[in-house]
């Protein structure tokens, strides 16, 4: 559970963070409001209820205390424009509307820091005075032009300490040594220097946790994607054993437990909704997300949707109607399996005995030397593997275990099953030693039945069908490409490309520095949206998620030379595009022959015409297309595969010969999008739609209609074939109509 | 049921957006596979009789027919929903169901379709009774023409497996010239082409007599086509279809055939097909197979009981609008993200824009490192293999065959940036060199090729929970401890996952094949990944006796300097078990009943008015469960014995401990 938080922003509104300085193109306040929103917003996407946050602004037109001091004198030019409250996104929209640069300069920071305060001790001391535990945040963002007045400043800064307040002051345009940042024309704005003398010995006095800067460096900072932090929760605790301590002597038993050490961090899934229908067609107020948008894709607007409910209903085939189905009730079904195409049924009480009986535990079957053991294997995430809690005994053991495995170069295979009844898994344990840390790491191993055992030709020789073996082919490296491939291997080695703080040499891109880019994008972007509803263009992803997508330009450079004699000796081409069209194909050619390489057509005497054979029909129809290119004739073997399409239909018991039909459309729509003939194909399955769902087909054939449109066996558009003049949106249309 | 396999083919369509790669759609490549067995004089010849036990006792039918019943069983646990079926041929009989005797001499014994338990039992029967298996297994005097079966094949997949994009014929025979006329084998290319043609393999398992070598260029060469349908870009590997069976071999017939029956077992084919980037500019193609991938049992579904023949449901789901309960149809779905209370959503243009704005699909590689620099903590996922493609860039297979080779040789791995398929999250992967290996007789055992193993980002690393104070133990115990590692290597020192059949996955479908055939249920499940305990007795038991020593000396030694006092921990259980089964020969004991007593010891121990006596706390202690005693308990226990009683529960068990010591207790 996190820690409860209340967190104050402090706004300064003052006219001059209304100006564009330093040529940046959006006006301070904007500027600073990208750091504001981004953090308001990463609290909102938490959705804790315990994260509260307050906004005041200071130099602002109007003068609105929130009720939280009684008198206003000193306090002029001060707005609270949110109490604290856990914000949600219409309080995000309504505070957009309420940030704007003011009329004013007057306005006291340091008093807007004292009603902050008051707004803190509000909410985090109960109505006895005690305090409550709650992380207490204040973060204020000025250009510190406006007049501060400095009595009792100290005495600010001691409260701060006694309240354990943490306050992060952020200038705009402040100087900043440990970020390299000194404002140069400073002199022309003399107070802003006084100030920041001031405030920065003010924060200074606040205590350890209270922070100064620059702007400009926590804006950099955002990129920097935040790491979600989990509560480590044990999946197994029990005890690692060697032998069996019910029937042997000597066994060892230790007691561990088990918390995960990887586990994939998922981005946030988009949830279904549907446009809310008593709302009326009419796009929704202020929120309307995409302006550009219309029509059937008119994104829907917040507020504007419905959850969306899933509802199953179950069929079985009608025994006193076979080919039909029947819609059964849930409460006549019971749990079973299926074995191939048996139903077995397993009542409640029998439920357990398909489950092997197991009982909770964590046993070694043996060793195998790292060296040997294939890196591949692995197939889950892991865990770690540490001693029970307080247990010195136990700790003592495992380190000797630990240890023990890490001298001998050894890994251990062992048999976990986590709870009493879970089918047993088998992991590898790893020893893991580090300055800081001395565990077992586990993964899951793979069982006989999940290794899949293809065969693939080797890679570094050549067989032939007779079983020859052959060294020199053009699927084998020559020395001069494996030496060229060796070269570059090596130049372009990351293992020390990087550079720590200090300068030294390090690993490039080690797991600490690369962050999901999918994950923090989609975070990224909500987070955008929900204070950019009205913007078109969505932004690039930061520069951080996509640095390592590539190669480092500077190691390219490097290895310039290696690359291009590794280009040169690989010699790579690309595959041209298929000919197609009935004219281009060269006949024959392509072809697919046997192993011998046999001609079956010279066998068959090339003959020109190929009469369709209903009961071999695909393949005489794809015979007749390869031997010829005569238009008319691809037309008669079309018409003859229509026919027999047709007839498949109509002469199906029930559903019994649709699957055939199905088969043969496919086999024609793909053939003649091959030959470029789509409007062959599209004229026919106009025809035979209209034949299918009209009745024409001897009965009610719309199931037959189904199939085709879910297998998208439609109008071939021009998309998939150029010679078509099919739209794309007319060959989704076709599936609609009915 | 059967209707809804049938429609397995549906179009490209552009997928939604999809977390992972999606390995279902992997699975459903849907497979059909027709045994067509060859029943002649020759076929059915047995082996010499022999003393030895490990003989071969089949003949190459039988052998046939036992493997096919193998792989029926086995593709019902991998692939529950493709299809099987069994054609004799040569047969003195003919049948093709229902009477049905269109093709001469050829004998449908299972008809094409989702295996059924029947399907299982039938097949086990016909080699269980002799009697009906010489009736059955009669050659018949004119034997079927080869052209005749090819048809047959094609007529069964067409019928019965029509939208099946995989189809495959196994053609077990060991007749490599199976016609008289030169007219004949031309009728049979032909027919071997037009099952090509219609989308069907023939996978060739040839028998070689010990006075005769099958040679397939006689004649199979011009029926068989070098790649499939479904993977049409990868070369087969030859090595699988040319080994001849050899019958009198120290192998026995059946182990080899099953053997090249199952590295078929299922159709291979790519999860994808991508660019790999080497360099700028310098692109070569690659596939992606998945080689591991953890088989589950199938999930429970609804069977209805209310008609005479048990049925299972088939579920359908419809959506409904939760404000109106209006039927929504799917196109009217939109998606969006929940957030302050509210929904943020975005138009389809743009979520496309946000999943794609990482680039195209692609294995680009970053940099090199050493393979020191993949711990095993890293790991989150399975690997894919990864293997060339010359389909779209010629000179794939040279270029990764010389990256293979020099990272196997330099032991290092390719740092990637890896977009499995357009709308896929974008990972970062180390490509590591596998060794291509083979097994004693020279059939492959792990394909050459990479392996592309997924890496954490920083989001995926955990913390590891802090344990508090950090007890070390001195070299003279890990010394010890480590003779008990290497007292207990496995077999040539590898994990060999063949060894370890999945004992959840096998008990569940041995239980499931009991109950649909009605038969008695096993009461012990074969589960080879229990520990060899007495092995494990015999070996390490006198090591673990020493360490036992040196541990208490040094656990007594490390707690004194702690100012700390520590709860207990159990490093060896109490000899009170000691019917141990020394002399016992078999390795399988029975520990869980017993297991779960002890467990309850405990527990009643404290229940009891007296408490516990001396003996017992000491026992309790040496099996480490002291800590599982109440503090109210631990107290009493302590009162009664004139001990103090104030301090947190660690500091009173360390009180217990102490006084047992006193006690002699040990």
Redesign the interface.
Known sequence: MAQKEATVYILDLGRSMGEKDYGRSKTNLDWAMDYVWDKITTTVSTGRKTALMGVIGFRTDETDLGGLVDEEDGYSNIRCFSPLKQFLLPDIRELQQQIRPSGTNNGDVLSALAIAVQMIKTQTYNAKGMKLKYDRKIIIVTNGTGHMDTDGIDDMAAAFKEDEIELTLLGVDFDDPDYGYKEEDKDLKKTQTENEEILKQFVEDCGDKAMYGTLAAAIDQLDIPRIKKTTPVASYKGSLTLGDNENFDMTLTIDIERYPCTAIAKPPTASSFVVRTDLGAGPGPSTQSSATITGEDHAPTDGNLSAVRNQRVYQVENPADPGTKMNVELEDLERGFEYGRTAVHISESDANIVKIETSASLELIGFVPEEKFDRYLPMSKTNFIVPQKANGQAQLALSSFIHALYEAGCFAIARLVTKDLKPPILVLLVPRIEPDLEALIDVELPFEEDMRRYKFPPLDKKLTISGKEIKQHRDIPNEELMQAMSDYVDAMDISEFGRDEGGEKTEYMPFSEVYSPLLHRINHIIRWRATHPFDTELPPPPQILTKYSAPPGELLSQAETQFQALKKAGDVKKVPPKEKGRFKRSRGADREKPLSGLDVDALLGNPKRIKIDAGNLVPTFKQALAATDDLEAIQSAADEMASNIKSLISSSIGESGYGRALEAIRVMREELTELEEPEIFNKFIRELKADVIGGKLKGDRREMWWRIRGSKYGLIDRKRCFASDVTEDEAAEFYKAT | ???ST??N?????EED?E?EIDDSSYKTIKDAVLFAIDVSATMLERPPKSEDKKADRDSPTSAALKCAYQLMQQR???N?KDMMGILLFGTEKTDLGDGDTTFQNCYLLSDL????????KRLRDLFENEDEAAQLLKPADEPATIATVL?CA??IF??KA??FSSRRLFLVTDNDYPVKVKQDK?TA??R????????CTIDLFPISRSDHTFD??KF????????SPSDPD???????T?KNVKSGDGITLLKQLLSSI??K??P?RALFSLPFE???????GVKG???????EH?K?????????????????????????A?V?EKF????????????????????Q???Q???DPII????????S???????????T?I??S??????????????????L??K?M??V?FIPRRNA??S?AAL?P?E?RYDENGD??????L?L?P???????????D???????SEG??????K???Q???P????D?????????Q???R???A??LEEE?PDK?D?K?????KQ??KR???I??E??GA?DE??RQ??KT?SKP????????A?A?????DDDDEDD?K??K???K?KAEPASQANGDDGMTDQEMADLNDQ?KI?SLKVDEIKKWLKARGEAVTGKK?ELIFKIQAYLDDKGFK
Request: with cysteine; charged share 25%.
């Open positions: 049921m059967a209707d049938f429609d083919r549906p179009g490209e369509e957006e977390e019902i646990i991998s529950p379709d989702v295996p059924s338990a029947q399907d299982v048809f094609n007529q067409t019928t029509p939208n031309d290319v032909t071997a082409r037009d099952l090509y043609d219609l989308g397939r260029s199979y060469d011009d029926l068989v086509y070098p790649s990868t070369p087969i590997a030859y090595a699988s040319t199952n590295s077992a299922a291979r080497l360099g700028p500019d310098l692109r070569i197979f998945i080689l591991i991938k953890r088989q199938v429970s579904c609804y069977v209805w009981v209310g008609g005479e023949k048990i049925q299972i449901a088939t579920g359908a789901t419809t959506h409904m609008a939760d404000d109106t209006r929504v009217e779905l939109r998606k969006a993200y929940k957030f302050g209370g509210d929904t943020i959503t975005f138009s389809t243009e743009e979520f824009q946000i999943r704005c990482f680039g680009r590689i970053v940099g090199f490192k050493p393979l620099m993949l711990p095993i903590w890293a790991n989150v996922n399975k690997a293999f293997y060339p010359e389909s779209d860039f010629i000179g794939s297979t040279r270029v990764f065959s010389a990256l293979q080779q020099k990272l040789k330099s290092k390719a740092i940036w999250a974008p970062i590591i596998g291509e492959q055992t792990m394909p050459p090729g392996w193993v890496l954490p980002f920083a989001d995926d690393i955990r913390q590891c929970p344990q508090g104070e950090n007890l070390k133990a115990l890990v010394d010890i401890m480590r008990v590692v290497e207990l290597q496995l040539k020192g590898v994990y996952p063949s060894k370890y059949p999945n004992p959840d996955l008990w569940f479908y239980i499931l094949q109950m649909a249920v499940p589960d990944t229990v520990p060899k305990y494990i007795d390490t038991g006198h673990l006796e360490f036992s541990f040094e656990w490390q707690s702690k520590i709860s207990t921990g159990r490093k060896r259980t000899p078990a000691s019917a141990a089964a004991v520990p869980k017993r297991a779960k002890v480490g800590s660690p």
